[in-house]
């Protein structure tokens, strides 16, 4: 009977929510936002609150230079700033939270058969801790993240990946990872916790698409720095206005000076940051990549080199047999035979394949597998095969047989040398098959290149990213699979040694890296890597290294992960680019018709005609508000990144955006002027 009362939510689907159910949540949030304790965390907007508190305590004091209904105007418009850029947060909050909610009400009253000195209890999964080792049988969920110690079962991962198709996990290799809130549909597994309560992957989905629990990026509160400098120098500045007017026998009402000290400092994109980075989070959250740390997406988009392994990522992985070439004297039957036998305990898919083959090429008697001494792969020998009444029967990688058998590499027969090249300069790999130390011949497999995964890295160089394929093979076949995916180098026959020096290397050149990895031997590699993405299906010190975790256990997400990083660094980028300009463009659009009625030679500066002081001081904060609001849609869909290298970047952004901020305030600006004049509004 299962324990568990847990639903499965699928969650990898585009989320079904549309605008009209996350506005609501969303306006509420808006003015419960309006706490200080919460917008402390924009520091742009909390000045905007203040000043918006202080206009609204202004509008009760006479003010024969401000009408009162000028004032009020001014003040309403600086609630509507506020309230918008706490509804751009909310709106890109409430996209994750539906997603959160979903997760939580997955994990609600989920148990555990935890095991003792006496046998096993049954207790709330929230009491497991790391250590505990869990019995999990069919139709009951996994309580939390593990690692397989015994047993071999099928896991229904829907809850977490969208995946319905169920996965093998079983104890040992680099498989044994499970992940709390998934479903046993077959057999049992007993299962160590890898997580303390908080912690697991499931609480770390949750945390990440709950914008209020998400950590601002080293990138943001640098942002935030800069953005804070630009408000202080701005209020020096909007301070000195009044002693200025008061050389010239004038006077600025304080209502102006607040309201101006608001259209100059950054409030665009200080109302739009948080939107930014909570909507870059969730469009990860979408791929069902868990970020570890913001510093990690920071990387990602700014990544120089992409280290890739060749199987399941440049290739589909399932290398196939083509073809069988004898050895010289070897007669076709004896090398059918021989490669049958080395073949027929080989579980992967190459042995399969190399067993389907040879049953139609040569239909021969094959003796039952429990007469067979299988001897599986290994790393170290690089072989496998069976032992079979009394004969040995191996294959595996040319160098490695050669070794086991006691053959130079120089003695290899010349016409099986020059197959052997042949193969793996077409990109096959050739495994050699021999039978009690007789060399027997070499079996071709073919790996075959994802479609578009060439394309995919011409983009990549184009945006000034360096693509390395990481393989085993031997330099030749591995140089034929890099030449027709088209990377830039090749790391081939790679150890974990081999790797981490690399990375070492290109980081020593000051470049950032990033790999994936799914194995216990890419645990070291993934740790030293500026950007480690590890399988969520693969072994736990492979994710315990990474800073990234991808649920769907896809290496190919590595690309898109550097896309998403790419998209949030240059939406920030462009958006600060275009807030910059924007009040640079607003100080020289304003100034001159609020001074004009003091010192009336500035009136040739008033380029726009704007109608008075009050007209100039209103247009100017209603076009500070409504822009928020027309940037929105940017903020939360991020700015599509062009496939270029970065000085290309800088000039479209400073084109589009830097151009763009200097232009709209203006039109902006003097379009609602002639609004307001029109309605009498001023």
Same mark, same amino acid.
């Given at each position: 009977?299962?324990?568990?009362?847990?639903?499965?939510?699928?969650?990898?689907?585009?989320?079904?929510?549309?605008?009209?159910?996350?506005?609501?949540?969303?306006?509420?949030?808006?003015?419960?936002?309006?706490?200080?304790?919460?917008?402390? *965390?924009?520091?742009?907007?909390?000045?905007?609150?203040?000043?918006?508190?202080?206009?609204?305590?202004?509008?009760?004091?006479?003010d024969t230079a401000v009408p009162t209904f000028v004032a009020v105007q001014i003040a309403l418009w600086l609630w509507f700033t506020v309230l918008f850029a706490n509804f751009a947060e909310a709106l890109a909050e409430g996209r994750g939270k539906a997603r959160a909610d979903s997760l939580k009400a997955g994990s609600e009253g989920l148990s555990a058969r935890r095991q003792t000195a006496n046998g096993f209890?049954?207790?709330?999964?929230?009491?497991?801790?790391?250590?505990?080792?869990? *019995?999990?049988?069919?139709?009951?969920?996994?309580?939390?993240?593990?690692?397989?110690?015994?047993?071999?079962?099928?896991?229904?991962?829907?809850?977490?990946?969208?995946?319905?198709?169920?996965?093998?996990?079983?104890?040992?290799?680099?498989?044994?990872?499970?992940?709390?809130?998934?479903?046993?549909?077959?057999?049992?597994?007993?299962?160590?916790?890898?997580?303390?309560?908080?912690?697991?992957?499931?609480?770390?989905?949750?945390?990440?698409?709950?914008?209020?629990?998400?950590?601002?990026?080293? +990138?943001?509160?640098?942002?935030?720095?800069?953005?804070?400098?630009?408000?202080?120098?701005?209020?020096?500045?909007?301070?000195?206005?009044?002693?200025?007017?008061?050389?010239?026998?004038?006077?600025?009402?304080?209502?102006?000076?607040?309201?101006?000290?608001?259209?100059?400092?950054?409030?665009?994109?200080?109302?739009?940051?948080?939107?930014?980075?909570?909507?870059?989070m969730d469009r990860l959250v979408r791929l069902n990549v868990i970020a570890k740390s913001g510093r990690a997406v920071e990387a990602a988009g700014d990544v120089h080199v992409l280290m890739l392994d060749k199987t399941g990522t440049i290739t589909f992985g399932n290398r196939r047999c083509a073809a069988v070439h004898a050895a010289p004297g070897v007669s076709a039957r004896e090398l059918a035979e021989g490669?049958?036998?080395?073949?027929?305990?080989?579980?992967?898919?190459?042995?399969?394949?190399?067993?389907?083959?040879?049953?139609?090429?040569?239909?021969?008697?094959?003796?039952?597998?429990?007469?067979?001494?299988?001897?599986?792969?290994?790393?170290?020998?690089?072989?496998?095969?069976?032992?079979?009444?009394?004969?040995?029967? *191996?294959?595996?990688?040319?160098?490695?047989?050669?070794?086991?058998?006691?053959?130079?590499?120089?003695?290899?027969?010349?016409?099986?040398?020059?197959?052997?090249?042949?193969?793996?300069?077409?990109?096959?790999?050739?495994?050699?098959?021999?039978?009690?130390?007789?060399?027997?011949?070499?079996?071709?497999?073919?790996?075959?290149?994802?479609?578009?995964?060439?394309?995919?890295?011409?983009?990549?160089?184009?945006?000034?990213?360096?693509?390395?394929?990481?393989?085993?093979?031997?330099?030749?076949?591995?140089?034929?699979?890099?030449?027709?995916?088209?990377?830039?180098?090749?790391?081939?026959?790679?150890?974990?040694?081999?790797?981490?020096?690399?990375?070492?290397?290109?980081?020593?050149?000051?470049?950032?890296?990033?790999?994936?990895?799914?194995?216990?031997?890419?645990?070291?590699?993934?740790?030293?890597?500026?950007?480690?993405?590890?399988? +969520?299906?693969?072994?736990?010190?492979?994710?315990?290294?990474?800073?990234?975790?991808?649920?769907?256990?896809?290496?190919?997400?590595?690309?898109?992960?550097?896309?998403?990083?790419?998209?949030?660094?240059?939406?920030?980028?462009?958006?600060?680019?275009?807030?910059?300009?924007?009040?640079?463009?607003?100080?020289?659009?304003?100034?001159?018709?609020?001074?004009?009625?003091?010192?009336?030679?500035?009136?040739?500066?008033?380029?726009?005609?704007?109608?008075?002081?009050?007209?100039?001081?209103?247009?100017?904060?209603?076009?500070?508000?409504?822009?928020?609001?027309?940037?929105?849609?940017?903020?939360?869909?991020?700015?599509?990144?062009?496939?270029? +290298?970065?000085?290309?970047?800088?000039?479209? +952004?400073?084109?589009?955006?830097?151009?763009?901020?200097?232009?709209?305030?203006?039109?902006?600006?003097?379009?609602?002027?002639?609004?307001?004049?029109?309605?009498?509004?001023?």
């Amino acid at each position: 009977m299962p324990m568990s009362k847990a639903v499965v939510a699928k969650t990898s689907e585009p989320l079904k929510t549309n605008f009209s159910s996350l506005w609501r949540p969303a306006l509420v949030q808006a003015f419960v936002k309006l706490d200080p304790r919460q917008l402390h *965390r924009a520091p742009v907007m909390l000045v905007v609150e203040l000043t918006a508190i202080l206009t609204t305590v202004l509008c009760f004091v006479p003010d024969t230079a401000v009408p009162t209904f000028v004032a009020v105007q001014i003040a309403l418009w600086l609630w509507f700033t506020v309230l918008f850029a706490n509804f751009a947060e909310a709106l890109a909050e409430g996209r994750g939270k539906a997603r959160a909610d979903s997760l939580k009400a997955g994990s609600e009253g989920l148990s555990a058969r935890r095991q003792t000195a006496n046998g096993f209890e049954v207790v709330p999964a929230t009491r497991l801790r790391k250590g505990d080792v869990v *019995r999990v049988a069919a139709g009951e969920m996994i309580p939390g993240d593990g690692e397989v110690i015994e047993g071999i079962a099928a896991v229904n991962e829907a809850a977490i990946t969208g995946e319905s198709a169920p996965v093998i996990r079983e104890s040992g290799g680099d498989r044994s990872a499970v992940t709390g809130n998934t479903r046993l549909v077959s057999d049992w597994l007993l299962v160590r916790i890898t997580s303390n309560p908080g912690e697991s992957t499931l609480d770390r989905m949750i945390a990440l698409v709950e914008g209020a629990k998400r950590q601002k990026t080293p +990138n943001e509160v640098a942002l935030d720095i800069l953005l804070i400098g630009l408000t202080l120098i701005f209020l020096l500045v909007v301070v000195t206005l009044q002693p200025f007017a008061h050389f010239a026998n004038g006077s600025l009402p304080l209502v102006f000076l607040v309201a101006l000290l608001v259209t100059l400092i950054p409030t665009t994109i200080g109302g739009l940051l948080s939107a930014i980075g909570i909507a870059g989070m969730d469009r990860l959250v979408r791929l069902n990549v868990i970020a570890k740390s913001g510093r990690a997406v920071e990387a990602a988009g700014d990544v120089h080199v992409l280290m890739l392994d060749k199987t399941g990522t440049i290739t589909f992985g399932n290398r196939r047999c083509a073809a069988v070439h004898a050895a010289p004297g070897v007669s076709a039957r004896e090398l059918a035979e021989g490669t049958l036998f080395a073949s027929l305990a080989d579980d992967t898919a190459e042995g399969k394949s190399i067993v389907e083959f040879l049953r139609g090429l040569h239909p021969l008697p094959e003796p039952g597998l429990e007469s067979l001494t299988a001897v599986p792969f290994s790393a170290e020998t690089r072989l496998s095969g069976v032992d079979y009444q009394g004969r040995i029967y *191996r294959k595996g990688a040319v160098d490695s047989l050669l070794e086991f058998i006691g053959m130079p590499r120089n003695e290899l027969p010349a016409a099986l040398a020059r197959e052997v090249d042949k193969i793996a300069q077409s990109g096959g790999t050739p495994l050699l098959v021999c039978m009690d130390g007789k060399l027997l011949g070499v079996i071709h497999l073919k790996d075959v290149v994802k479609p578009g995964i060439r394309e995919r890295f011409a983009e990549l160089r184009k945006l000034g990213i360096r693509t390395v394929m990481v393989t085993g093979d031997n330099p030749l076949t591995a140089a034929a699979i890099a030449a027709e995916a088209g990377v830039d180098d090749v790391l081939a026959e790679a150890t974990p040694e081999k790797k981490l020096a690399r990375i070492r290397h290109e980081q020593n050149d000051g470049r950032l890296v990033a790999m994936c990895g799914d194995g216990a031997n890419d645990a070291p590699a993934l740790a030293q890597a500026d950007v480690g993405m590890a399988m +969520n299906d693969g072994t736990q010190a492979a994710r315990e290294a990474a800073n990234m975790v991808d649920l769907d256990s896809d290496p190919t997400k590595l690309l898109d992960v550097v896309q998403i990083g790419k998209e949030l660094l240059v939406t920030r980028g462009a958006l600060t680019t275009f807030s910059i300009a924007n009040d640079i463009a607003k100080y020289f659009a304003i100034l001159p018709a609020l001074f004009a009625s003091i010192y009336p030679q500035l009136g040739v500066l008033n380029v726009m005609h704007l109608s008075s002081p009050q007209s100039a001081i209103v247009s100017a904060i209603v076009f500070n508000a409504l822009i928020i609001v027309v940037l929105i849609p940017l903020a939360l869909r991020g700015v599509r990144v062009q496939a270029a +290298n970065a000085a290309a970047l800088l000039r479209r +952004n400073l084109l589009i955006y830097g151009l763009g901020g200097i232009v709209v305030p203006f039109v902006g600006i003097k379009l609602i002027d002639m609004a307001l004049t029109a309605l009498r509004l001023v």
